[in-house]
């Protein structure tokens, strides 16, 4: 007896083993899972596929010429796919207890017809209705129906054409309400995560030009998922790729791809933003509040000073706290690029009965929707308020799950804390709706990227909040790496597209995802020399500073006056322990920025490491006199002012050091310098104070004290004197 994850780890293996032409591996592991099965219509499917393929091998072996090989061949491939899912699909019903199959076995090939049919007679009476009661759509049997409707769309896969005609002539033709039509293309979508369909990935591509921008914003959105997931089963559906393709090319669709794509990318960024929002930002908020209270006179601010604008007085508090302001600030910039800044505040929100039923995580969010007014039914004006609701509906800063939560949560609020929220929200609704319709202008596809963003966050807090989450396949787990993607660079061919996604990885340091990119761009077209520069670059902060190098020199050929590329070459060849060339580049870019500072110091370290000491020290002379406020450039010069011999320079600038910062180095540094003019009770008692130093031992002294002993030499130290001097550390220690 198999167990419910084994079944998913066989199958798993055979679609990759699949992917990879391995095709006895597969048939292998197939025949143990027919048999398991106990169907003797999959074990002899698997038998005559099997049998197929062994004359494809007896044929090629012997030689025999056949046009049509290849076609059999990819079909043969389809054929294993299609058994894996029959046998998947057989061996789950059997063992797995999970919401999905307990569906499955509650409907029959009838169910879509007669669910259908139930809906369309139902929905008549209700248009009937309406024309006295507009209250009416939201008749309770209606919901029921549609909810029936979701949970078989979400357990059925192998639907066939005519159930396919009777889905599409509901979300197409019917008049039925567009929140229940985009609420089925998130059954569609759960359904693909969990098997393979033909017949939904096909009903996508002709969804994906509906003409409401809700229901094909979320089709374009579920049908990208679904291609990144089956992406090594699109070659053997030449027909679907057809069709997919003459879709994009009609609707003009590939901007809009491209927008979603990265959208699905960014939810990389939502843990990251939500534990920043907790372990940094809310931390920062809760300090500063007794501050805020007394400083503000927080108390009396709601009730006579809400309407006179910002206090000044808050400018002050923030900059007592000048991180919480540009975390703020990078906050607000995440919300402008539609990041899922508001996880953390709602996933503690999913509690409400409403989310009972899997179809309301995903049904858009609606003013009129029975639970919604029935949660602001005793509320007053400030959130029983048509207009209040009809901006929070259009909103784009609330995924449709959380303006839920966010709606049912009211009557649960104290009452100060609900006067104050409203107040505020109603201001906000205010603003955010002005800022919207200038968008709207601005952007082409507003509407759909906005549909599109919060049916992803929609999804995202189902399949990550959800109490019976394990049950999903979450696609948020799959690496949105869609360049990589067969079907991805047979669709968005052009290389403008793909440059666009590799600035997204770039711009948030997803490096090796920028860098696959770049690489592929730049083998596409003509070099440009920003993306040969952006593929140098991606190499140096990934380590890999030969290949960074050999980019930054093929840049130079074209950017010869650009002191960036030239600095990044001399960069390169420091990292490569070959400092001579370094110096050789950045000689170059002192010529094109005579006062750059980074440059100076560059130069500097370059000759310090080529031990031209007297060198260094001019240029470490002219960062100070360029950087007056700069103590740092006191240290490279007191160390090569002592090894120079310029023993009172050096003492010098090793005293402002300590004064400012007490640095192991620095005070054995200046112990070396005391000794060499002889001040030797002086030089121990620096060296007694760098081992003392928090974090500094005896043995790190000794081993760093070992380094510098040519330079005690150079200056006149005898050999002899060496040890004693060490023992004589060690006793002062003890005493």
């Not at 796919?81 to 059997?94: F, H």
């Not at 009809?390 to 649960?412: E, T």
């Not at 980019?551 to 001399?570: F, V």
Request: charged share 25%.
């Amino acid at each position: 007896m198999m167990n419910v994850k084994e079944i998913k780890v066989q199958h798993n293996s055979v679609c990759q083993l699949l992917a990879q032409k391995n095709i006895k591996d597969c048939l292998d592991i197939l025949r143990g899972m027919a048999v398991e099965s106990q169907n003797s219509n999959l074990i002899d499917e698997h038998y005559n596929i099997e049998f197929t393929y062994k004359n494809i091998l007896k044929y090629t072996v012997e030689g025999i010429s056949d046009p049509e090989r290849q076609k059999i061949y990819n079909h043969l491939i389809r054929d294993v796919y299609q058994l894996a899912d029959k046998v998947r699909e057989a061996l789950l019903l059997k063992y797995s207890n999970e919401l999905i199959y307990e569906y499955h076995k509650k409907y029959d090939e009838q169910s879509f017809q007669k669910i259908i049919n139930e809906i369309s007679a139902t929905w008549s009476s209700i248009e009937l209705q309406k024309v006295v009661d507009a209250s009416a759509e939201h008749h309770p049997e209606l919901r029921k129906l549609m909810n029936e409707l979701f949970n078989l769309v979400w357990a059925s896969s192998a639907i066939g054409s005519a159930n396919k005609s009777l889905l599409k002539g509901l979300l197409v033709k019917s008049t039925l309400p567009v929140y229940y039509k985009s609420m089925l293309i998130g059954a569609i979508h759960l359904s693909l995560m969990n098997a393979f369909s033909y017949d939904y990935m096909h009903l996508l591509i002709e969804l994906s030009n509906h003409p409401d921008d809700e229901v094909n914003a979320r089709a374009i959105t579920a049908l990208l998922l679904a291609l990144n997931k089956y992406d090594a089963r699109l070659p053997l559906y030449p027909e679907l790729y057809t069709q997919l393709f003459m879709m994009i090319e009609e609707g003009g669709y590939q901007t809009l791809i491209q927008s979603v794509a990265i959208q699905l990318i960014r939810t990389r960024e939502t843990e990251r933003i939500s534990q920043k929002l907790n372990d940094e930002i809310l931390p920062e908020v809760v300090k500063m509040h007794p501050k805020l209270n007394d400083k503000l006179d927080l108390d009396n601010l709601i009730s006579d000073s809400l309407g006179e604008g910002k206090n000044p007085d808050w400018e002050d508090v923030i900059k007592d706290s000048p991180n919480l302001l540009n975390k703020m600030e990078e906050l607000t910039q995440w919300q402008m690029e539609g990041a899922d800044v508001f996880l953390s505040t709602f996933k503690h929100l999913k509690h409400f009965s409403f989310f009972n039923e899997i179809s309301n995580w995903l049904l858009p969010f609606y003013p009129s929707h029975p639970d919604v007014q029935q949660a602001l039914f005793k509320e007053d004006a400030v959130f029983n308020n048509e207009s209040l609701l009809d901006g929070l509906a259009s909103s784009r800063f609330l995924c449709n799950s959380d303006k839920y939560s966010l709606i049912l949560s009211i009557p649960h609020m104290p009452g100060m804390q609900k006067e104050m929220m409203g107040q505020m929200f109603s201001a906000e609704i205010e603003q955010m709706v002005e800022l919207e319709k200038d968008e709207k202008v601005l952007q082409a596809n507003q509407q759909k990227l906005v549909a599109s963003n919060q049916f992803i966050q929609d999804l995202y807090r189902l399949l990550k909040v959800h109490p019976q989450k394990h049950q999903f396949v979450d696609v948020f787990d799959q690496k949105m790496d869609f360049h990589n993607r067969w079907f991805f660079n047979q669709l968005m061919d052009d290389s403008t597209s793909l440059r666009e996604i590799g600035e997204y990885f770039f711009k948030k340091n997803y490096l090796e995802d920028a860098l696959e990119i770049f690489v592929i761009v730049n083998d596409r077209h003509e070099e440009a020399t920003d993306v040969i520069q952006k593929i140098a670059y991606c190499h140096q902060q990934l380590g890999n500073y030969q290949q960074a190098l050999n980019y930054y020199l093929k840049a130079d050929l074209t950017a010869g006056s650009s002191m960036w590329n030239k600095k990044k070459i001399a960069l390169c060849y420091r990292h490569l322990k070959n400092p001579q060339k370094a110096l050789e580049y950045y000689k170059e870019a002192e010529k094109l920025g005579p006062d750059n500072l980074h440059t100076q110091v560059s130069i500097g370290h370059c000759l310090l490491e080529l031990e031209n000491f007297s060198e260094a020290l001019k240029y470490f002379f002219k960062v100070e006199y360029l950087d007056p406020g700069n103590n740092k450039v006191g240290r490279p010069i007191a160390w090569c002012s002592f090894v120079e011999g310029k023993f009172d320079q050096a003492e010098k600038y090793y005293h402002q050091l300590i004064v400012a910062e007490k640095n192991k180095h620095d005070l054995i540094n200046l112990g070396h310098t005391l000794w060499c003019t002889r001040k030797r009770k002086e030089a121990l008692s620096y060296y007694q104070k760098s081992i003392q130093l928090p974090g500094h031992s005896l043995e790190a002294f000794i081993e760093t004290f070992k380094e510098d002993v040519p330079y005690l030499k150079k200056h006149g130290i005898d050999s002899g004197d060496i040890p004693l001097m060490l023992d004589q550390i060690r006793y002062s220690l003890e005493s």
